[in-house]
């Protein structure tokens, strides 16, 4: 180990140099060293600023350690290159700066790309024990265990599992293309370096801020030395796997869902060689560390901790992450959803905690809202508040919108759910009748989706945005004229904004149920006629909403199933289906349901 300076592209970082077998690795180091100790290695073609962003997130947390690979950024490359980059030899480096950094305790690894499949390796030798206290995975398999992936494949083919290798063999062209002798170095310290950031920004939809400090002047040679890494290991352990890879600490595996270059089905196999381990996925593509820092911070924190825990005496080895299948979607995700003090907007919270969501449940009733947030937390939500705000009141927004972002963070997943009911013909709707209907159908949409969805797009990690339409947005009908008005609107508005927040890697997603046993019945007003029969007629809703029954947890259902999946307009009842399949092909009947007299 020798000297200290300056230059390494992260702000506030200390740098050392540490020597193992020849090479001079350079380490850079930030928070407190009585904390647990976190080391972030990077991939290719990167250098250890990829993971500025992050590092920065859990300086207050951890001693956080990041280390230029051989042949990266200020390191020393070997000599000579072919042999230099072997998994051996970079299991010597780690060990090296482990020692360094962490003599008197075991390290957490957090690994993206190729520092994913090193990390892999330094996860199941034995010569690691001891020195690694947990490993999380991002983007990069185990050689071996893809090595026996491919290898079962080929064993036992069907036309799923054939498709399967066919597929990732298509994603993995840049993996031969770095076989080829000299052709990378020449691209690397030839036009292609030039092109990189901008090549990776438009690639990867990355923050506004997300280039700065990366990638670092020395891009050209990192990548040229990288390439040593595909042909000093890939051939050979894939050939020939190890049959004992098995991890001998817990596992977080990361999953990006837009990664593309590694298929999600490489990891079908993976508790098999991982027994403690715990699967997230993420909305992104392959950089994360880039893209999602916040997310990425957030799932380290909790991963870690929970092993700290563990280690010291404490409770077992889990974090919070939730439970049934969407758990590993929305573990840890900061979920608002307004109306959430009954029906489809409290279904939908528990469901979200359920999965493991942090969860802001907002109603104007608050002890409604502070119940639902009470429920959560029972549900499996690792955090969950309540919050009263009108969402009629565009000032009331803004300031929870201001409370939320500086208390836990900008929102993942927006759920405008909040909505009241009116019947009644146009003639018999007042002007402000209209008005109250589309304040909080409309205009609670609308400052929801401004508000909250500007903090996700000038944030650049994505997120979704849910807006609860209806129906009655496929439907017209003269006695639900003002209501239908304002949740087609709300489907239009979804609609739009949904072109125009993709770009930005945001979802939108309108969720249009039919007849849904909640209490909007017993509030919803019908104009036009005296209290004494709108009373008659609520008591009459709430019977027939009863007997049809449809529960508003299959609602929740189909909305966690929507934003996974990034659907656009989902009906979610068997009439809410049927009116759509009419507004789209059957007009003439459409037109003619709309003038039948309604049964209240």
Known sequence: MSGKGTGTGIEGARERRVDTGGVELCVAELGDTAHPTVVLLHGYPDSKEVWSDVARRLRDRFHVVLYDVRGHGRSTAPTPLRGGFTLEKLTDDFLAVADAVSPDAPVHLVGHDWGSVQGWEFATVARTKGRLASFTSVSGPSLDHLGHWIKDRIARPTPRRVGQLLGQGARSWYVWALHTPRLPEALWRGPLAGRWPEMLARMETLPPDAEAGYPTVSLPGDAAHGAWLYRDNVRARVRRPRTDAHAHVPVQLITPTGDIYLSERLYDDLDRWAPRLLRRTVTAKHWVPRSRPDQMASWITDFVTAQETARQGGAPARPSVGSGPYADR???????????????GRATALAFAEAGARVVAVDRDAAGAERTAELARLTGARD??????????????EKLAARVTAEHGVVDVLVNNAGIGLAGTFLDTSVEDWRKVLDVNLWGVLHGCRIFGGRMAER???GHIVNTASAAAFQPTKSLTAYSTSKAAVLMLSECLRAELAGKGIGVTAICPGMVNTSITDTASFVGVSEEEQRRRREKATRLYGRRNYPPERVAEAILRAVAENRAVVPV???AHGLRFLSRFAPRLRGAIARIDPPL
Not at 330 to 344: D, E, K, N, Q, Y
Not at 387 to 397: I, L
């Open 460 to 462: 650049g990690q994505g």
């Open 384 to 397: 969950a508040w309540s919050e009263c705000c009108d969402v009629s009141d565009e000032q009331a927004m």
């Open 330 to 344: 929305f573990g840890g995700r900061l979920v608002l959803v307004t109306g959430a003090a009954s029906g489809i």
């Open 573 to 575: 009842t068997p009439e």
